[in-house]
Protein backbone atom coordinates (compact mmCIF):
# COMPACT_ATOMS: atom_id res chain seq x y z
CA UNK A 1 0.00 0.00 0.00
CA UNK A 2 2.73 2.18 -0.92
CA UNK A 3 2.01 5.52 -2.49
CA UNK A 4 3.92 6.00 -4.75
CA UNK A 5 6.64 8.84 -5.42
CA UNK A 6 8.20 10.39 -8.07
CA UNK A 7 11.94 10.32 -7.60
CA UNK A 8 13.46 13.23 -9.08
CA UNK A 9 15.98 12.90 -11.55
CA UNK A 10 18.64 15.33 -10.05
CA UNK A 11 21.91 13.33 -8.74
CA UNK A 12 22.51 13.23 -5.32
CA UNK A 13 25.61 14.82 -3.95
CA UNK A 14 27.78 14.69 -1.09
CA UNK A 15 26.41 13.28 1.76
CA UNK A 16 22.79 12.96 2.24
CA UNK A 17 20.51 13.50 5.22
CA UNK A 18 17.95 10.64 5.78
CA UNK A 19 14.94 11.17 6.62
CA UNK A 20 11.22 9.76 8.91
CA UNK A 21 8.61 7.57 7.73
CA UNK A 22 5.26 9.25 8.47
CA UNK A 23 4.57 6.25 10.14
CA UNK A 24 7.74 7.46 12.64
CA UNK A 25 5.94 10.79 12.80
CA UNK A 26 2.50 9.20 13.52
CA UNK A 27 3.94 6.85 16.76
CA UNK A 28 5.73 9.91 17.65
CA UNK A 29 2.86 12.16 18.03
CA UNK A 30 0.78 9.28 19.84
CA UNK A 31 3.14 8.42 22.08
CA UNK A 32 3.37 12.78 22.64
CA UNK A 33 -0.47 13.08 22.72
CA UNK A 34 -0.66 9.96 25.17
CA UNK A 35 1.35 11.86 27.53
CA UNK A 36 -1.28 14.79 27.78
CA UNK A 37 -3.75 12.29 27.56
CA UNK A 38 -2.72 10.05 30.39
CA UNK A 39 -0.06 12.62 32.25
CA UNK A 40 -1.81 15.79 32.20
CA UNK A 41 0.69 17.63 30.08
CA UNK A 42 2.51 18.07 26.76
CA UNK A 43 6.33 17.49 26.06
CA UNK A 44 8.54 19.77 24.30
CA UNK A 45 9.94 16.82 22.09
CA UNK A 46 9.37 13.43 22.03
CA UNK A 47 11.40 9.98 21.51
CA UNK A 48 10.72 6.27 19.82
CA UNK A 49 12.42 3.37 19.22
CA UNK A 50 11.94 2.64 15.85
CA UNK A 51 12.08 -1.20 14.34
CA UNK A 52 16.53 -1.28 14.05
CA UNK A 53 16.88 0.55 17.53
CA UNK A 54 17.18 3.78 16.44
CA UNK A 55 16.17 6.46 18.35
CA UNK A 56 15.17 9.73 17.00
CA UNK A 57 13.40 12.73 18.82
CA UNK A 58 10.48 14.75 17.20
CA UNK A 59 9.75 18.31 17.87
CA UNK A 60 6.01 19.12 18.33
CA UNK A 61 4.69 21.13 15.80
CA UNK A 62 0.90 21.57 16.90
CA UNK A 63 -1.09 20.17 20.15
CA UNK A 64 -4.42 20.57 21.49
CA UNK A 65 -6.60 18.51 23.42
CA UNK A 66 -9.72 18.62 25.47
CA UNK A 67 -12.24 16.35 27.73
CA UNK A 68 -11.00 12.93 27.08
CA UNK A 69 -8.68 13.11 23.94
CA UNK A 70 -5.40 14.95 23.02
CA UNK A 71 -4.02 15.53 19.22
CA UNK A 72 -0.22 16.49 18.73
CA UNK A 73 1.01 16.89 15.36
CA UNK A 74 4.35 15.95 13.63
CA UNK A 75 6.33 17.81 10.64
CA UNK A 76 7.49 15.19 8.47
CA UNK A 77 10.62 15.60 7.47
CA UNK A 78 12.49 13.29 4.66
CA UNK A 79 15.85 14.58 4.65
CA UNK A 80 17.26 15.08 1.38
CA UNK A 81 14.64 12.45 -0.81
CA UNK A 82 12.38 14.28 -3.42
CA UNK A 83 9.04 12.34 -1.68
CA UNK A 84 6.16 14.58 -2.21
CA UNK A 85 5.18 14.13 1.85
CA UNK A 86 8.16 16.38 2.95
CA UNK A 87 6.85 18.95 5.12
CA UNK A 88 3.55 17.00 5.84
CA UNK A 89 1.79 17.51 9.36
CA UNK A 90 1.13 14.29 10.63
CA UNK A 91 -1.62 14.23 13.85
CA UNK A 92 -2.71 11.66 15.39
CA UNK A 93 -5.45 12.46 18.14
CA UNK A 94 -6.34 9.78 20.87
CA UNK A 95 -9.05 9.02 23.05
CA UNK A 96 -10.59 6.34 24.57
CA UNK A 97 -12.03 3.48 22.31
CA UNK A 98 -14.85 0.62 23.09
CA UNK A 99 -11.78 -2.08 23.07
CA UNK A 100 -7.96 -2.44 22.11
CA UNK A 101 -6.04 -0.31 19.77
CA UNK A 102 -9.04 1.32 16.66
CA UNK A 103 -7.54 3.33 14.19
CA UNK A 104 -9.12 5.59 12.31
CA UNK A 105 -8.29 7.56 8.96
CA UNK A 106 -8.99 11.53 9.70
CA UNK A 107 -8.78 14.35 7.34
CA UNK A 108 -6.26 13.75 4.45
CA UNK A 109 -5.37 10.11 5.08
CA UNK A 110 -6.86 7.48 2.81
CA UNK A 111 -8.95 4.29 3.07
CA UNK A 112 -8.66 0.98 1.47
CA UNK A 113 -11.32 0.66 -1.39
CA UNK A 114 -9.86 -2.08 -3.61
CA UNK A 115 -8.48 -5.68 -2.45
CA UNK A 116 -4.62 -6.96 -2.62
CA UNK A 117 -3.01 -4.46 -0.17
CA UNK A 118 -1.69 -5.66 3.11
CA UNK A 119 -4.71 -3.79 5.23
CA UNK A 120 -8.33 -4.49 4.35
CA UNK A 121 -10.76 -3.15 2.58
CA UNK A 122 -12.46 -0.52 4.80
CA UNK A 123 -9.45 0.32 6.90
CA UNK A 124 -7.40 3.40 7.18
CA UNK A 125 -4.19 3.39 4.86
CA UNK A 126 -1.82 2.42 7.64
CA UNK A 127 0.44 -0.15 6.96
CA UNK A 128 1.30 -3.30 9.34
CA UNK A 129 4.68 -1.93 10.67
CA UNK A 130 3.54 1.36 11.02
CA UNK A 131 0.29 -0.26 13.20
CA UNK A 132 2.61 -2.45 15.33
CA UNK A 133 4.55 0.44 16.24
CA UNK A 134 1.45 2.43 17.58
CA UNK A 135 0.27 -0.50 19.04
CA UNK A 136 3.68 -1.13 21.17
CA UNK A 137 3.48 2.50 22.23
CA UNK A 138 -0.09 2.36 23.28
CA UNK A 139 1.23 -0.84 25.54
CA UNK A 140 4.20 0.79 27.02
CA UNK A 141 2.29 3.99 27.87
CA UNK A 142 -0.52 2.48 29.42
CA UNK A 143 1.83 -0.08 31.17
CA UNK A 144 3.55 3.36 32.29
CA UNK A 145 0.66 6.06 33.47
CA UNK A 146 -1.40 2.19 34.85
CA UNK A 147 -4.01 3.30 32.39
CA UNK A 148 -6.22 0.72 30.02
CA UNK A 149 -4.42 -0.07 26.65
CA UNK A 150 -8.41 0.48 25.21
CA UNK A 151 -7.36 3.76 22.78
CA UNK A 152 -8.40 5.39 19.46
CA UNK A 153 -6.00 7.01 17.38
CA UNK A 154 -7.49 9.20 14.06
CA UNK A 155 -4.81 10.28 12.02
CA UNK A 156 -4.82 12.67 10.16
CA UNK A 157 -2.74 14.94 7.27
CA UNK A 158 -4.41 18.91 6.31
CA UNK A 159 -3.78 18.73 2.89
CA UNK A 160 -3.25 15.04 2.35
CA UNK A 161 -5.82 15.05 -0.44
CA UNK A 162 -4.34 17.04 -2.79
CA UNK A 163 -0.88 15.51 -2.27
CA UNK A 164 -2.23 12.08 -2.62
CA UNK A 165 -2.92 12.86 -6.47
CA UNK A 166 0.74 13.30 -6.89
CA UNK A 167 1.20 9.28 -5.94
CA UNK A 168 -0.10 5.58 -6.65
CA UNK A 169 -3.04 6.19 -4.10
CA UNK A 170 -5.72 6.72 -6.26
CA UNK A 171 -5.24 3.74 -8.98
CA UNK A 172 -4.53 1.73 -5.84
CA UNK A 173 -8.23 2.24 -4.44
CA UNK A 174 -6.89 4.12 -1.43
CA UNK A 175 -9.52 7.42 -1.46
CA UNK A 176 -9.28 10.67 0.16
CA UNK A 177 -5.68 10.85 1.09
CA UNK A 178 -2.37 10.02 2.25
CA UNK A 179 -1.25 6.11 3.46
CA UNK A 180 0.93 5.99 6.49
CA UNK A 181 3.92 4.11 5.60
CA UNK A 182 7.70 2.70 6.66
CA UNK A 183 8.68 -0.93 7.65
CA UNK A 184 11.88 0.58 8.95
CA UNK A 185 10.76 4.38 10.21
CA UNK A 186 13.84 5.73 8.12
CA UNK A 187 13.79 7.27 4.71
CA UNK A 188 16.98 6.99 2.98
CA UNK A 189 17.28 9.44 0.24
CA UNK A 190 17.14 8.03 -3.53
CA UNK A 191 16.79 4.32 -2.41
CA UNK A 192 14.21 3.50 -4.92
CA UNK A 193 12.48 1.43 -2.33
CA UNK A 194 9.26 3.33 -2.16
CA UNK A 195 8.86 3.23 -6.40
CA UNK A 196 9.63 -0.71 -6.38
CA UNK A 197 7.23 -1.05 -3.23
CA UNK A 198 4.66 0.79 -5.00
CA UNK A 199 5.16 -1.61 -8.32
CA UNK A 200 4.28 -4.40 -6.05
CA UNK A 201 1.24 -3.09 -4.23
CA UNK A 202 0.15 -2.48 -8.15
CA UNK A 203 0.55 -6.19 -9.02
CA UNK A 204 -0.79 -7.12 -5.90
CA UNK A 205 -4.02 -4.76 -6.60
CA UNK A 206 -4.15 -5.74 -10.18
CA UNK A 207 -4.19 -9.47 -9.02
CA UNK A 208 -7.00 -9.46 -6.46
CA UNK A 209 -9.28 -7.71 -9.05
CA UNK A 210 -8.73 -10.45 -11.11
CA UNK A 211 -7.19 -8.50 -14.14
CA UNK A 212 -5.45 -10.47 -16.95
CA UNK A 213 -3.63 -7.85 -18.52
CA UNK A 214 -1.78 -5.12 -17.00
CA UNK A 215 1.11 -2.79 -18.49
CA UNK A 216 4.46 -1.42 -17.38
CA UNK A 217 5.22 2.15 -18.70
CA UNK A 218 8.54 4.41 -18.60
CA UNK A 219 6.99 7.89 -18.26
CA UNK A 220 3.79 9.59 -18.49
CA UNK A 221 4.11 9.93 -21.96
CA UNK A 222 3.96 6.18 -22.78
CA UNK A 223 1.36 5.62 -20.24
CA UNK A 224 -1.12 7.37 -21.91
CA UNK A 225 -0.06 6.03 -25.24
CA UNK A 226 -0.81 2.50 -23.79
CA UNK A 227 -3.66 3.11 -21.77
CA UNK A 228 -5.32 4.36 -24.81
CA UNK A 229 -4.29 1.38 -27.31
CA UNK A 230 -5.25 -1.37 -24.84
CA UNK A 231 -8.46 0.94 -22.94
CA UNK A 232 -7.00 -0.37 -19.90
CA UNK A 233 -8.52 0.46 -16.41
CA UNK A 234 -6.13 3.09 -14.11
CA UNK A 235 -5.22 0.14 -11.72
CA UNK A 236 -3.76 -2.09 -14.65
CA UNK A 237 -1.45 0.59 -15.25
CA UNK A 238 2.30 -0.22 -13.53
CA UNK A 239 4.28 3.15 -13.58
CA UNK A 240 7.44 0.85 -13.91
CA UNK A 241 9.99 4.06 -14.53
CA UNK A 242 13.34 2.92 -14.97
CA UNK A 243 12.80 -0.52 -12.65
CA UNK A 244 11.66 -3.12 -15.08
CA UNK A 245 13.50 -5.75 -13.31
CA UNK A 246 11.73 -4.74 -10.20
CA UNK A 247 8.69 -5.24 -12.08
CA UNK A 248 9.32 -8.60 -14.04
CA UNK A 249 10.85 -10.31 -10.76
CA UNK A 250 7.98 -9.77 -8.84
CA UNK A 251 5.01 -10.58 -11.70
CA UNK A 252 7.35 -13.95 -12.19
CA UNK A 253 6.47 -14.91 -8.72
CA UNK A 254 2.87 -13.29 -8.96
CA UNK A 255 2.45 -13.45 -12.47
CA UNK A 256 -0.33 -12.45 -14.59
CA UNK A 257 -1.34 -13.83 -17.32
CA UNK A 258 -0.17 -10.64 -20.09
CA UNK A 259 2.20 -8.07 -19.33
CA UNK A 260 2.39 -4.85 -22.01
CA UNK A 261 5.53 -3.48 -21.56
CA UNK A 262 6.21 0.21 -23.36
CA UNK A 263 8.64 3.44 -23.28
CA UNK A 264 10.83 5.39 -25.12
CA UNK A 265 13.35 4.43 -27.68
CA UNK A 266 15.98 4.73 -25.56
CA UNK A 267 15.01 2.54 -22.55
CA UNK A 268 13.18 0.31 -24.77
CA UNK A 269 16.87 -0.16 -26.53
CA UNK A 270 18.48 -0.57 -23.04
CA UNK A 271 15.63 -3.34 -22.09
CA UNK A 272 16.53 -5.10 -25.75
CA UNK A 273 20.06 -5.42 -24.91
CA UNK A 274 19.26 -7.23 -21.78
CA UNK A 275 19.49 -4.75 -19.07
CA UNK A 276 16.77 -4.32 -16.46
CA UNK A 277 17.54 -1.63 -14.33
CA UNK A 278 16.89 1.49 -17.49
CA UNK A 279 18.64 4.35 -15.66
CA UNK A 280 20.78 6.91 -17.48
CA UNK A 281 23.90 6.05 -13.90
CA UNK A 282 23.13 2.21 -14.16
CA UNK A 283 22.82 1.06 -18.02
CA UNK A 284 23.95 2.15 -20.98
CA UNK A 285 23.27 1.55 -24.52
CA UNK A 286 26.36 -0.75 -26.77
CA UNK A 287 26.15 1.29 -29.56
CA UNK A 288 28.97 -1.57 -30.85
CA UNK A 289 26.77 -4.34 -30.61
CA UNK A 290 23.78 -2.47 -32.24
CA UNK A 291 25.62 -1.71 -34.97
CA UNK A 292 27.02 -5.29 -35.53
CA UNK A 293 22.75 -6.44 -35.19
CA UNK A 294 21.54 -4.01 -37.42
CA UNK A 295 24.82 -4.48 -40.06
CA UNK A 296 25.02 -0.55 -40.24
CA UNK A 297 28.75 0.34 -39.39
CA UNK A 298 27.60 4.23 -38.97
CA UNK A 299 25.82 3.55 -35.34
CA UNK A 300 29.32 2.58 -33.87
CA UNK A 301 29.22 6.86 -33.49
CA UNK A 302 26.12 7.39 -32.60
CA UNK A 303 25.91 8.98 -29.46
CA UNK A 304 21.90 8.52 -28.20
CA UNK A 305 19.78 5.91 -29.22
CA UNK A 306 17.54 8.80 -30.81
CA UNK A 307 20.82 9.50 -33.15
CA UNK A 308 20.98 6.15 -34.09
CA UNK A 309 16.93 5.97 -34.88
CA UNK A 310 17.77 8.81 -37.02
CA UNK A 311 20.15 7.36 -38.68
CA UNK A 312 18.87 3.94 -39.11
CA UNK A 313 14.75 4.01 -38.76
CA UNK A 314 12.01 1.87 -38.60
CA UNK A 315 14.31 -1.40 -39.21
CA UNK A 316 15.70 -0.01 -35.70
CA UNK A 317 12.87 0.58 -33.69
CA UNK A 318 11.29 -3.04 -35.27
CA UNK A 319 14.56 -4.61 -33.52
CA UNK A 320 14.18 -3.12 -30.62
CA UNK A 321 10.98 -4.20 -30.17
CA UNK A 322 11.68 -7.87 -31.45
CA UNK A 323 14.93 -7.91 -28.88
CA UNK A 324 12.93 -6.77 -26.29
CA UNK A 325 10.25 -9.19 -26.66
CA UNK A 326 12.90 -12.01 -26.54
CA UNK A 327 14.66 -11.00 -23.60
CA UNK A 328 12.06 -10.42 -21.51
CA UNK A 329 9.76 -13.82 -22.90
CA UNK A 330 12.96 -15.94 -22.12
CA UNK A 331 13.65 -14.62 -18.73
CA UNK A 332 9.81 -13.97 -17.15
CA UNK A 333 7.59 -16.38 -19.56
CA UNK A 334 7.13 -19.06 -18.26
CA UNK A 335 3.66 -18.58 -16.52
CA UNK A 336 2.88 -14.82 -18.78
CA UNK A 337 3.17 -13.48 -22.25
CA UNK A 338 4.57 -10.23 -23.21
CA UNK A 339 3.83 -7.19 -25.91
CA UNK A 340 6.66 -4.73 -26.67
CA UNK A 341 5.16 -0.96 -27.48
CA UNK A 342 7.92 1.31 -28.68
CA UNK A 343 6.68 5.23 -28.63
CA UNK A 344 8.42 8.42 -29.73
CA UNK A 345 8.59 11.54 -27.38
CA UNK A 346 5.39 12.49 -28.88
CA UNK A 347 3.40 9.20 -28.02
CA UNK A 348 3.34 7.68 -31.48
CA UNK A 349 4.37 3.85 -31.98
CA UNK A 350 6.58 3.62 -33.83
CA UNK A 351 7.31 -0.54 -33.43
CA UNK A 352 4.98 -3.14 -31.62
CA UNK A 353 6.00 -6.93 -30.67
CA UNK A 354 3.75 -8.91 -29.09
CA UNK A 355 4.23 -12.63 -27.84
CA UNK A 356 0.37 -13.66 -28.13
CA UNK A 357 0.88 -13.50 -31.87
CA UNK A 358 -1.73 -11.27 -32.59
Known amino acids: MQPIVRLMTRKPTGDLRRGWTTGACATAATKAAL ?3 WGGAFPKSVQITLPRGEMPEFALAH ?6 WAAVGITKDA ?11 IVARVSASDGGVVFRAGEGVGTVTKAGLPVPVGEPAVNPVPREMMQTIVQEMAAYYSQSPDIEITLSIPGGREIAQKTWNPRLGIQGGLSILGT ?6 FSCAAWVASIHRGVDVARADGLTHVAGTTGATSEQTIQSLYQLPDHAMLDMGDFAGGMLKYLSKHP ?10 GKMLKLAQGALDLHSSRSQVDFDAL ?7 RLKNAHTALEAYEISGHIMAENIATQALSKVTAQFGEHMTFDIVVIDRKGSIIARADGRGL
Open 35 to 37: MRL
Open 79 to 89: GDDPDVTHGAL
Open 291 to 297: ADTLHDP
Open 184 to 189: TGIVRP
Open 256 to 265: IAHVTIGGGI
Open 63 to 68: HEAGEG
